[in-house]
């Protein structure tokens, strides 16, 4: 971890407040290396749902069969996706996660193949550190009423009773527990008495290949900081490091400090992903001039769809740590907001980044589309000179091709090779006028 989270962390009680904030940002330097090296999620893998069945009725079948349809790539996967649109998809992805219309609000939308739900807890009290998984519901309640700064990690929505017991046991509302389970959510800030609700968007480090983005959700208490991920990962793992290690903060820390410290390792996590990107861009740049074939414009819209989904979490989370420095959060300390306001401008650069690489990559579409123009261009160049050459050629072989049974020069004994040297003559006077008029040769 860099060396501001090295520093000796403010810590501080969170008292109660109001208000609720978030929203849009807009569009960011490299090679900014991410806290804890390679700890990164792993690739987030979608559920494909079943396609649903026609509305049945006393119809008779048709006489032919339907064909097999096309197989679908595996979620996740590149094959198949330069074609995806990258927002349609995570817009698919909402809409199934939804609660029905009707709901009560505070609905839980819970897949079926949602992973296992596992909950650990850190417990820093200054004088010693505790790591345990959780078990049963008296470890939270202990959690909740003690003193300790504690971190509670839940990893996999699979159990509803364990989820629905932790809102219990620390008081989250309705709409809170809604937006942390039912993902993926805008990233944003709200405010829930005494907690704030921090969703930021994770990202991992392969993203220009085929993984997905996934939500963290974060409830900062006054002395709790709850983390919820979709999915088990180890992003948060150099977290965990600092603190076994207790080389300065964050141990010994405040909760703000511990949620600052969470959300700056989610936001550096985006500069190795960048990185790569860019190097992917460099990559087909050489290739759209040397070698433009199909297969290298669907490598282009893949990574178009891929910074599609960059922009999607960056420019709301750029606005929502900007609020979050800037709003009247009781929560966090003013020497945490100094950090926070760090961590915005980290997430400004990295969004002017991920707009500089979309452009880029329009920028290269453009260039496919005319390298492959300007083929079609010289191949239809040569086509057409060779045409114009093969006009006159074509018109004195047909003359002395007739059938006339007068035709004083079928007589002559040097017709024959007169005629090869004529039509010699005007191919070469042909391709001597196509050069000096530049349509050949190197300026051709």
């Not at 180890?234 to 207790?246: D, G, T």
């Not at 074509?394 to 090779?417: D, Q, T």
Request: proline fraction near 9%; charge should be positive; charged fraction near 25%.
């Amino acid at each position: 971890m860099r060396s501001r989270i090295d520093r000796t962390a403010p810590a501080g009680p969170a008292p109660a407040r109001s208000a609720v904030v978030a929203h849009a940002g807009r569009p960011g330097l490299r090679g900014r290396p991410v806290a804890g090296g390679s700890d990164l999620a792993p690739p987030v893998r979608l559920a494909e749902s079943s396609r649903p069945s026609r509305a049945g009725g006393a119809s008779a079948p048709r006489a032919t069969a339907r064909p097999p349809p096309h197989p679908r790539p595996a979620p996740g996967s590149s094959q198949g996706d330069p074609g995806v649109n990258a927002a349609t998809r995570t817009a698919s992805r909402f809409f199934k996660r939804h609660p029905r219309v009707g709901a009560r609000p505070g609905t839980l939308v819970i897949p079926d193949d949602a992973p296992p739900t596992t909950i650990r807890m850190v417990e820093d009290s200054g004088a010693e550190i505790r790591e345990h998984e959780v078990r049963d519901l008296e470890t939270l309640r202990r959690a909740f009423d003690g003193g300790t700064t504690t971190w509670i990690d839940v990893q996999g929505f699979g159990d509803r009773d364990r989820i629905d017991a932790i809102g219990s046991t620390f008081g989250l509302h309705p709409l809170l527990l809604e937006d942390v389970v039912n993902v993926p959510q805008r990233p944003k800030v709200e405010s829930y008495g005494d907690q704030v609700l921090i969703i930021v968007r994770m990202i991992p480090v392969d993203i220009a290949e085929r993984a997905e983005p996934e939500q963290l959700s974060l409830v900062l208490g006054p002395h709790y900081v709850l983390t919820f991920q979709e999915r088990h990962g180890h992003l948060l793992a150099p977290i965990r490091r600092r603190i076994r290690s207790r080389k300065g903060a964050p141990s010994g820390m405040g909760a703000d400090y511990l949620a600052y410290a969470l959300v700056d390792t989610v936001v550096d996590a985006y500069y190795p992903a960048l990185e790569r990107i860019g190097e992917r861009l460099e990559d087909l740049e050489t290739e759209v001039i040397e070698r433009p074939t199909p297969e290298v414009l669907g490598r282009l819209h893949h990574l178009k769809n891929r910074l599609v989904d960059l922009r999607r979490g960056i420019w709301p989370q750029r606005e929502a740590l900007n609020a979050l420095v800037r709003g009247d959060f009781p929560a966090i300390t003013d020497p945490v907001r100094i950090y926070l306001r760090d961590t915005h401008d980290h997430c400004v650069q990295t969004s002017e980044v991920a707009e500089m690489y979309r452009e880029m990559v329009s920028g290269l579409m453009n260039t496919y589309l005319s390298s492959v123009a300007n083929r079609t261009n010289d191949v239809m160049k040569v086509l057409t000179i060779v045409a114009t050459i093969f006009i006159p050629l074509s018109f004195l072989a047909g003359v002395y091709g007739m059938n006339f049974e007068h035709m004083p020069e079928l007589h002559s004994r040097w017709a024959y090779p007169t005629l090869w040297a004529l039509m010699v003559g005007v191919a070469g006077g042909m391709l001597a006028f196509f050069w000096r008029k530049g349509w050949i040769g190197p300026g051709g």
